[in-house]
């Protein structure tokens, strides 16, 4: 009974935090927040020397496997769980999720044209197209923007790469010893990007045009992964006017660099298809 009790709440809790992150349904006005930095040397170079040394920092990888720990924070209770991430540049993201005695519970997979989960607990599982996904929320993201979030680095809404000519399509500020490069994409959401003055991408920033959304993802405890530079602690969080925080914790153990990884989706006969539109009828009535 309550291995029963504690699969519906996980259910519940995985929905509420993967959906929302899809569809970036939450938290205040848009207001970049201070990092401290390790250094006191100011940013002393031009704008765009300064944009082209942040590109250098462009975490490398051809696969990219790693544990991680899972602490998930929503209004009404905090879960922790184990995860395997898996990614293959430029292919597919995979990230198992088990929530309770070592069994998976739920995958997730992101492909280049599709986003697909599957919930072991229900028997069922859900196969959308970003083009698709992009008409419930009006935003212009897509498989590259997903990857480059969770291997620190910048990207353009809706675009495949950055290059160093990308440049005139953000505008820069700096503090001192950070930087703000901010781009929209073509339905008015702002994309924030904050760097240190060691061109270390610190946070990535998402508000709504109407300033009422805000998503961010956060970096910290850098590391050293194939002679690069790495988060070891990220932070996802996501918020909207009159509602709680909702954030999800990623700690991750001995990421491995361009080892050979094997993922899969298989789909269990039976199973029942579920809608992106669904899983956003099921958050509305959470």
């Not at 198992?96 to 992101?110: D, K, N, T, W, Y």
């Not at 700096?174 to 994309?191: E, P």
């Not at 961010?216 to 006017?241: C, E, I, N």
Request: aromatic share 10%; hydrophobic share 40%; charged share 25%.
């Amino acid at each position: 009974m309550l291995l029963k009790r504690n699969s519906k709440i996980w259910n519940v809790l995985f929905y509420k935090a993967i959906g929302s992150m899809l569809i970036l349904g939450a938290l205040a006005a848009c207001k970049s927040k201070t990092v401290a930095t390790d250094s006191n040397a100011e940013i002393l170079k031009s704008e765009e020397v300064f944009f082209s040394s942040v590109l250098n920092q462009t975490f490398r990888f051809n696969t990219l496997s790693a544990r991680l720990k899972l602490d998930i924070q929503l209004p009404d209770k905090n879960v922790s769980a184990r995860a395997h991430l898996k990614m293959i540049h430029n292919d597919r993201i995979s990230l198992s999720i088990q929530p309770m005695l070592g069994v998976e519970m739920f995958r997730m997979e992101l492909t280049k044209d599709s986003v697909k989960l599957l919930d072991r607990m229900n028997g069922c599982f859900m196969t959308e197209s970003y083009e698709r996904m992009q008409g419930e929320t009006k935003i212009a993201f897509n498989f590259y923007n997903l990857q480059s979030l969770f291997t620190n680095n910048i990207f353009l809404p809706g675009e495949n790469e950055v290059a160093v000519h990308h440049f005139r399509q953000f505008r820069m500020t700096t503090n001192r010893r950070t930087a703000l490069l901010k781009t929209k994409d073509d339905a008015g959401w702002l994309y924030t990007f904050l760097a240190d003055n060691n061109e270390k991408l610190l946070s990535t920033t998402i508000c709504d045009p109407d300033e009422t959304s805000l998503f961010t993802w956060d970096y910290s405890d850098f590391k050293q992964v194939a002679k690069q530079r790495f988060p070891f602690q990220m932070k996802a969080g996501l918020r909207s006017d009159n509602t709680k925080p909702r954030v999800i914790k990623l700690a991750f153990s001995k990421p491995e660099v361009d080892m050979p990884v094997k993922t899969e989706f298989k789909i269990p006969s039976g199973y029942k298809r579920i809608t992106f539109s669904q899983i956003i009828q099921s958050l509305e009535k959470l």
